[in-house]
């Protein structure tokens, strides 16, 4: 066939693991019959990633780079991957080879078959992640899908593959911190999701941390929903009621000359517990004002140093 697939990789200090998955991304497409591009976007790594990149794309004229002038995230990474692909269908896949790059050839059948968008999600008995880690994405996605408007299965990865159309729509959409797990969901159009098993990271360490993951959730669910405030006026109403609610008992004691009970640790429990929530309400409300801020400067998502695509 002369359609061609668009494989984008992001690529964050992952020097020993880009010869293997283009390799085995080679491999894939020696058995199909379909034209393809490798793109690795380079998000501002310390270690050898560029001179093993450069080296890659002198070897093979399908391989091609984007440099980053520094780290700019992997959602932002993605961004500039569907930008640059001249696919007619576009596949992401991580650079440590826990995606299974074999599964490229299923996911081009299931689009052939009329599917436009093709997404895999993990598989419950992932034997390498940690326990902390397994608890920590099934939290993550919980909390979307409770507090967003959006339905992520248990374990969606960013491995997937987008017809040209959905690519053209993601990319005319304004937004100024992308979350394409959410996006890709959101835009709608035929999808059809397929389970895999993580293959062992080859070399290096997940770039996910606890600090990650929590700025993952609340940049999924301010993106997609507003029922974070829904939620703090709730609370404040609440409260606001139960604080009314002793108007009656002090005109009580005060008539019939009850003792309070008095002390000045409830007192300072009192203040702390209504000054924390307050505060929270507060970090609320700042989450959603903070991103109409950075939206407004429009600056832009990423600054690419180099690359040899067109």
């Excluded at 937004?175 to 035929?190: C, Q, S």
């Excluded at 929270?280 to 040899?308: A, D, S, V």
Aim: proline share 4%; net charge neutral.
């Amino acid at each position: 066939m002369n359609q061609l697939i668009s494989i984008i990789i992001p690529a964050y200090n992952e020097e020993n693991n880009l010869p293997i998955v283009a390799a085995a991304i080679e491999k894939v497409f020696a058995t199909i019959q379909y034209r393809y591009e490798i793109i690795f976007i380079d998000d501002g790594s310390a270690d050898n990633t560029v001179a093993v990149l450069k080296q890659l794309a002198a070897k093979n004229d399908c391989i091609k780079y984007i440099l980053f002038s520094r780290n700019f995230g992997k959602d932002n990474a993605l961004s500039a991957g569907l930008q640059k692909a001249k696919g007619d269908a576009i596949v992401t896949i991580d650079a440590d080879m826990q995606h299974p790059p074999e599964m490229i050839v299923q996911m081009v059948e299931l689009w052939q078959q009329g599917n436009e968008v093709v997404y895999t999600y993990r598989e419950e008995k992932n034997e390498h992640a940690s326990s902390f880690n397994k608890l920590g994405s099934s939290l993550f996605y919980k909390t979307i899908n409770r507090l967003s408007d959006i339905e992520l299965e248990d374990g969606t990865a960013d491995y997937r593959l987008i017809d040209r159309k959905v690519v053209d729509v993601l990319n005319a959409l304004p937004e100024n911190d992308p979350f394409y797990r959410g996006l890709v969901k959101w835009v709608g159009f035929t999808q059809k999701s397929i389970p895999y098993t993580p293959n062992e990271r080859s070399f290096g360490e997940t770039k996910y941390s606890r600090r990650t993951l929590t700025r993952l959730a609340l940049r999924g669910i301010t993106s997609f929903s507003t029922k974070p405030l829904n939620i703090a006026i709730y609370l404040g109403f609440t409260f606001s009621l139960l604080s009314v609610l002793y108007i009656p008992y002090a005109m009580l004691s005060l008539y019939f000359g009850w003792d309070a009970l008095s002390g000045w640790a409830s007192i300072i429990v009192t203040i702390a517990f209504f000054g924390g929530l307050q505060l929270m309400i507060l970090g609320i409300i700042g989450l959603y004002l903070g991103k109409l801020f950075m939206q407004n400067k429009q600056r832009p998502h990423f600054i690419i140093k180099e690359t040899n695509t067109n």
